[in-house]
């Protein structure tokens, strides 16, 4: 039996085709991040979306390029190089995708974002969870064991006391999930050790409760953020704490300091040369 067809005004057909791309797995996720992030290559594009295929990320930006949606600029031919970038269309979904997020606020019952806490002090662990918890899902620890079985979950954040960690730093790079943001609290005066640490921002104790909620929003602002800009942004964070600290003279005759500062100078090197 013939289905009835549904009269539908042009308007709302336009409407309909317009949610029907929208609506694809990768599409709006590709959209939503080249609106974060701008110009991206294939690869910096495969690492922000880790679960994507090469193959399914290519037929995404063939698509969204037949719509006029991503543009492709090759940079150099031999070897071949190209970046991905929204078109003026493309960019022009951004006000839809914030209405989006406003409507999903009002009527949909968002995720709430996981937050660990932790320190020796059992009671300032409590206390910076009471700080978040209208905000986030928050999760107290006091001891490392507590703090590996947390990091086992994958939160979201993990703001944890260098002090909570009795292994070495390499220790924690490997069994905090890579998606979780970290941000490490540290003593009145660091030291060049926190260079090592693997963690996208640094904070001084003893801290208040508006630097705490903020630093917390900020890293789930940026989840997701191409790997790049994620280590660019830690190193910045380590050497801004450490400068507020030391002479120049003391960090420049560190050699944990000086591969920082040669690290930052690649990275920004590499942002230039592609774009």
Known sequence: MDQPVVPVPPDDRVALESLSLLSNKWEPVVIVILLESGSLRFGELERTIPDISSNMLSKTLESLSEHGLVDRRVLSESPLSVTYELTDAGEELRPVFDSLATWGDEHIDSVCPTVVLGDRDRRLAELYGNWLQDRFDTISVSDQEQLRRTLAETPDVVVF???????????????????????????????????????????????????????????????????????????????????????????????????????????????????
């Open 161 to 275: 006391d260098m002090d909570l960690w009795a292994g070495e730093p390499a220790a924690l790079e490997t069994q905090c999930p890579d998606v979780t943001r970290r941000v490490a609290l540290v003593g009145d005066r660091p030291t060049a050790s926190l260079c090592a640490w693997p963690c996208d921002e640094i904070l001084r104790k003893p801290l208040v409760e508006d630097e705490l909620i903020t630093a917390v929003a900020r890293q789930v602002e940026r989840l997701g953020q191409p790997e790049a800009v994620r280590e660019r942004e830690s190193i910045e964070s380590k050497l801004s704490l450490l400068e507020s600290i030391h002479s120049k003279p003391i960090l420049e005759a560190d050699e944990r300091v000086e591969r920082l500062y040669d690290r930052l100078i690649a990275l920004e090197t590499e942002v230039v040369r592609e774009t």
